[in-house]
Structure formats: structure tokens, C-alpha cells
């Protein structure tokens, strides 16, 4: 086998041990999670916060509620056992007895639009909550297929970093280091197939000297995009 055909045996191995590696990075990267499901997690929560506010809120006006009342019904006890006499005080305690019940129903009516308020926020924090489980659903799946690929994706990159390591001992050092330095200045494509006598790299037609040296076995590179040519 020519040093040509073993280098462009490498370079089939190469392209494909880096096609594999950015796929891997980006099945690794798409098991992230996705900025819609972060931010749907976000106004889920905040939905939550808000609803629980507002139910802290309807818990303290029913406390202060039942405390009105209380204070009412003691007040009224006394207004109407008998215990007091005096003229000024029994007035004092009507009008505090009407006093509370005011501010009683004061307060019942914004405990009544605080529980509306709950209901609303409820239906959204429902809302909410709803589209995380469907986003993270989809997710979960994605990440599911992502996983079985990154596995097989795993494997086989093993198995090709093997087959590299076979294939590079064919090559002799010389020809080996040409490689390497053309794998970094042509981008990751060091050796061209010669087909005709087109490379099919830059696609140029080469001299029939350079075509014929390369029939031989030779190691030349093409005129123009200075790539090794292997004939195909
Ligand atoms: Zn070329």
C-alpha cells in the first residue's frame, strides 16, 4: 500500500473521529436545559410565591376577623348583662360594639376580594405549573434519545481512536509529520483524492507530471491547494 493511500486511510479515520467528537459535544450540550423550560420553572415559582402571599394574606384577615368578633361578642355579653349600670359607660360599649361591627365588615369584604385574588392566582400558578411538566416532558424524552446517542456515540469513537492508532504505525514518520502539519494549516483535510487528475479538494486539474508521480506511489501534493494526493 502507498504512503498515500495509508494517509488517506488516516484521514478518513481523522474526519470522522472529529465528525463524531462535535456531534458528541453537541448531544452533550443539548441535554442542558432548554431557556424556555428555565423560564417557564421561573414563572412557576413565581406564580407559586404569589399565590402563597396572597392565601397569607386571606389567613391574617380571617384571624383579625375572628378576633373582631370575639372582642364584639364579649363587649356586647357585657352591654346586656346587667353588670353595668352607668349611663356613660353602657354608651361607650353600644358604640364600640358598633364600632367593631363596622370594621367587621370591613374586613370581610376584603377577605372576600382576597379570595377572589386566591382563585385567579391559583388558575395561573396551575397554568404555570401545567407548561413546566409539558416542557420538562419533552425534555425528559429528548434527553432520553440524547443519552442511548452519547452511549453509541462513545463507543464508536473508542473503537475509531483505535483503528487511528493502527493506522497511523502503517505510516512512515516522515510522512506522518507532513500529515500533521497539513492537518493544522489546511483545516482538518491534509490529503485530497486525485480523480482524474482533478483534486477534489480545490478541484484544479493538475499537471500531468504531478498526476503521473502520484499513479507511481509517489507522495506529491497537489499544484495548488498544497494537499497530499492520493488517487482514488
Ligand atoms: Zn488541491
Not at 369584604?109 to 391559583?122: C, G, I, S, W
Not at 400558578?125 to 413546566?132: F, G, L
Not at 492537518?183 to 500531468?208: D, P, Y
Request: glycine share 6%; proline share 2%; with cysteine.
Amino acid at each position: 500500500m502507498s504512503q498515500a493511500r495509508v494517509l488517506y486511510d488516516l484521514q478518513q479515520i481523522d474526519t470522522e473521529i472529529r465528525t463524531k467528537k462535535q456531534r458528541l459535544g453537541e448531544v452533550l450540550r443539548l441535554q442542558k436545559e432548554p431557556p424556555a423550560l428555565v423560564a417557564a420553572r421561573e414563572a412557576a415559582q413565581a406564580a407559586e410565591d404569589e399565590l402563597h402571599r396572597w392565601r397569607a394574606r386571606h389567613n391574617d384577615l380571617t384571624l383579625e376577623i375572628a378576633g373582631v368578633t370575639d372582642k364584639a361578642t364579649r363587649s356586647e355579653e357585657r352591654l346586656y348583662s346587667g353588670v353595668v349600670k352607668n349611663p356613660k359607660e353602657l354608651n361607650d360599649l353600644q358604640h364600640e360594639v358598633e364600632a367593631l361591627g363596622r370594621r367587621r365588615a370591613t374586613l370581610e369584604d376584603e377577605a372576600l376580594n382576597v379570595m377572589m385574588t386566591v382563585d385567579e392566582r391559583r388558575t395561573v400558578e396551575r397554568a404555570a405549573t401545567a407548561e413546566v411538566e409539558r416542557l420538562a416532558g419533552e425534555f425528559n424524552a429528548a434527553v432520553a434519545t440524547l443519552k442511548v446517542e452519547q452511549q453509541s456515540l462513545g463507543v464508536h469513537l473508542s473503537k475509531l481512536i483505535e483503528k487511528r492508532g493502527r493506522q497511523a504505525t502503517l505510516a512512515q514518520p516522515a510522512a506522518l509529520k507532513s500529515y500533521d502539519q497539513l492537518i493544522q494549516e489546511k483545516r482538518g483535510l491534509a490529503v485530497a483524492g486525485l480523480r482524474g487528475s482533478k483534486c477534489q479538494a480545490c478541484q484544479m486539474t493538475l499537471a500531468g507530471s504531478t498526476v503521473r508521480a502520484a499513479a507511481e506511489g509517489k507522495l506529491v501534493r497537489c499544484d495548488s491547494c498544497g494537499r497530499i494526493l492520493c488517487p482514488l
